[in-house]
């Protein structure tokens, strides 16, 4: 079986433009979440769909990022514009019992 | 301070040895602890989780859980160089994963 997929897995851009992360969950998996690691930094949570409502958007930073959850399937982050500060990881995991969720390889994202 | 605290490392060992990594945290409320294993350019994974406090084992692993201290730890028996590695503790709390920093380990051959 697949595990939780992410695109691309590094993306450089400059400040000010625009990026869309993507997570493909395992399949079958109601939960889907994104978590962030910035360099120096605990891991730390962004938001959680269940399906394709948002369950908990408490971890997002700010207004300029924006996430969505097409049909309950694969979901995207962007980040629009982009900062320096967001400059970090970006994990994606998915789960059916919320404890045991499973990771992906994550998307390296490089502001300059 | 932070909710849970975790010593960076790196921590170096000799192949075979066992070793032991530790984590506190400061809300009591905490029920589920987990230890991941992360190794570079991957992403976390789950390697054992426990309910309150006692001790669970999985093969060469043990992870152990003191509430009353707020003191969690892994042992690593018989360890090998693929168990190289950032190992992190976490809890969850309201279905979010809180994460320590994470500690690297190096076993040497």
């Known amino acids: 079986e697949a595990g939780v997929t992410q695109f691309p897995s590094h993306s450089v851009i400059e400040k000010g433009q625009t990026v869309t992360l993507r997570c493909d969950p395992i399949s079958g998996h109601d939960n889907l979440y994104w978590y962030r690691r910035v360099m120096g930094k605990e891991i730390k949570f962004l938001l959680h769909?269940?399906?394709?409502?948002?369950?908990?958007e408490s971890g997002m930073p700010n207004n300029r990022f924006l996430a969505e959850r097409t049909g309950g399937t694969y979901s995207t982050l962007k980040v629009q514009p982009a900062e320096l500060e967001d400059s970090g990881v970006y994990f994606c995991a998915s789960s059916q019992d919320p404890r045991v969720k499973y990771f992906g390889p994550g998307t390296r994202l490089t502001v300059t | 301070q932070k909710e849970v605290e975790q010593d960076p490392g790196p921590l170096s060992v000799p192949e075979g040895a066992i070793v032991s990594l530790n984590c506190t945290y400061s809300?009591?409320?905490?029920?589920?602890f987990m230890w991941y294993r992360q190794y570079s350019r991957k992403g976390p994974e789950l390697l054992m989780y426990?309910?309150?406090?006692g001790n669970k084992e999985d093969g060469r692993f043990t992870a152990q859980v003191d509430k009353s201290s707020k003191y969690i730890s892994l042992f690593i028996r018989d360890s090998q160089p693929s168990d190289s590695a950032t190992y992190l503790c976490?809890?969850?709390?309201?279905?979010?994963?809180?994460f320590g920093k994470g500690t690297r380990l190096h076993i040497l051959p």
């Open positions: 976490a809890m969850i709390e309201d279905d979010k994963i809180i």
């Open positions: 426990t309910y309150s406090s």
């Open positions: 769909f269940v399906k394709e409502s948002k369950q908990d």
């Open positions: 809300n009591s409320a905490f029920q589920y």
